[in-house]
């Protein structure tokens, strides 16, 4: 010890970008429309960023981020600002436009030029957008890079270097973000070889932008590297090892700031550890026990910045708590404190949220929470814990009354939970035996045709749900009109010829909003949007309490429609795990507990389906591969509760009711012994776009119930020819006997109009028929 005052500063590592009604899903939807030009696009984005860091320093942040705004995706800024543009786009080098971007991150279409006159260079353009998928175990999603054969980078955009300039010239010295290296490799199309071989033309890119930020003034840099919580080889390891003894010997100048989150560092502790950086963020709320180990380990020179408030979550932290946990480090070094991670996956402020009950409000922060919260810590730690007390008195405050809460805790749920028997989790006869009684029961001829639950969400049934909130239809009115759409879609069902009908979802807004609202537990927000992609934004609901269902959510719609045909009305469902997976969720019981008691409300809801007659009873489950841990050493344990709480779920029904599943992705071979054990009698999936390549997986664990693997793919509004669903269903049936398939499209139809609706489903019926006649 020095003797010297250690001090502790307040760092954000990232801020929402999409403002907080919104603003830029607004502007690039209008810029994308054609209604604002790319100017006013750049405009609402600079007011947007200029408002971010002002906010950020007025609420007590010293480190603030630049760079962490994106016009679409930072993932895309990164491949933008390496050059890394496949040929598609028709990018001839320099600074990558804003229209290619946008081409990149949504696909472009366009004519040519006719009247450019002779040696007009501008062709035709007609390129699908780049390939997206998750960002981590969140619900953002990134454009995964591409890489072309002889890759060359080069600095291609200066977006970061601008954006420090910017802020600097409004009077914020910002920590501009980058995505690191080794991680933005790893999110890419590429082996391991591959990564190898584009690690040096890359990090020349980085060195020179690097150099660039130091000239300009940047004192540090956060770079981010969320690959070292994976599971990562020694190949891996060795790059890493390489990338930053590259970076740290010719660009000497910037303090880079190493950024981990999503969890704990684990078994590449030693590796972070060793690799030439001043500072090294850890996630403290995912992985608390890390910190212990890389006190004993990390030099004194190494700047720790500690992830102590959940930026993936929405509850107001125990100041008091965390202040007295901190106090030891704080006394022996300097420290950063911040978020988890990039304040992103949060809504933007709870200070909008006027609707909401406000005990319940009071245990909430959001991102602008979020940070003040910081503030008030690194005061305590800093001038001590009477400079604050009334703001850490307030948080305990509010603390304790979330811990005690009658709100929270229902003794009934408890009760049931216990007394819930693992025999309950079990259907009372197997598969082959269920089969014989839903067929005699069902009566469907082979190849039976049905749809995934949703029909067209028109622009009507939106205006009507939206005047029937404002209070401008009455409920009957509105139930009216809802009688009426759903009745005009069974009987077009029935004429068409469809053997399993649906009564279309037109009374939903959402699938995971529709029952989260009629169940005991959940709040929802009015603003809480959180960015899924690009201008997409998803406002999850907030599971707050234990989860009881007070009465029937869905049989009242359900009977009215079976009502109106002798075919098999479906009952329509959302599964536990999607419901889970979808929300916020409590920090104070674990997921596998919060899963269990949304499975016995759904198990209720199963039960009233079948006394009231359902013959067929799905529960979608869209959203359970997404819940798999970042770690493999994780997944069985999460396939394991998940799948128990979907059988929890589905088991208390008679043989003879048929139980269906949904997922909404077709990658089953690492997870399909977990598929085989949820015990469904038909799973319907998502197989059109991949060629039914991936019905592999099932017929390798020789799957034994009955699937449907989509013949075509609802994303688009083409519609297949039937010859084309028919050699798809050559194709599944080759793979699988011809008496377990059903015919369906891949998800819901929600997002498609009815013209194309209508005749892909007529062609649907057509190839179901012609399958049945080769039989
Ligand atoms: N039943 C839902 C629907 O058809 C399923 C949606 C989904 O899987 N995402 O819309
Ligand atoms: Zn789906």
Redesign the pocket.
Known sequence: MTGEVMTVSVATLGFPRIGPRRELKTALERHWSGKASGAELLDVAATLRGKAWAMQKALGADIVPSNDFSFYDHVLDTSAMVGAIPAAYGWQGGTVDLDTYFAMARGAQGEAHHDCGAGCTHKAIDVPAAEMTKWFDTNYHYLVPEFSGGQRFALSSTKVIDEYLEAKAQGVVTRPVLLGPVTFLKLGKVDAAQRAALLPGLLAVYLEVLSRLAAAGAGWVQIDEPCLVLDLDDADRALLTEAYAVLAAQAPAAKLMLTTYFGGLGDNLATALSLPVAGLHLDLVRAPGQLDLVLSRAPASLLLSLGIIDGRNVWRADLENLARRLAPVAAQRDIVVAPSCSLLHCPVDLAQETAIDPEIARWLAFAVQKIEELSVLARALNEGRDAVADQLAASTEAAEARRTSPRIHDPAVAARLAAATPAMARRRSDFAARRGLQAEALGLPAFPTT????FPQTEAVRKARAAHGKGALSDADYDDFLRAETARTVSWQEQIGLDVL?HG?FE?ND?VQYFGEQLSGFVFTKHGWVQSYGSRCVRPPILFGDVSRPQAMTVGWWRYAQGLTQRPMKG?L?GPV?ILNWSFVRDDISRELACRQLALAIRDEVADLEQAGARII?I?E?ALREGLPLRRGDWQGYLDWAVESFRLTASGVADATQIHT???YSEFNDIIAAIGAMDADVISIETARSKMELLGAFADYRYPAEIGPGVYDIHSPRVPPVEEMLALLDAARARLSPDQLWVNPD????TRKWPETEAALINMVAAAQAARAQA
């Open positions: 749809t995934i639950g949703s649906v979802e939903r699938m329509m959302t999607t799905q979608d869209a949904h997922m909404c998800c819901g139809l929600k």
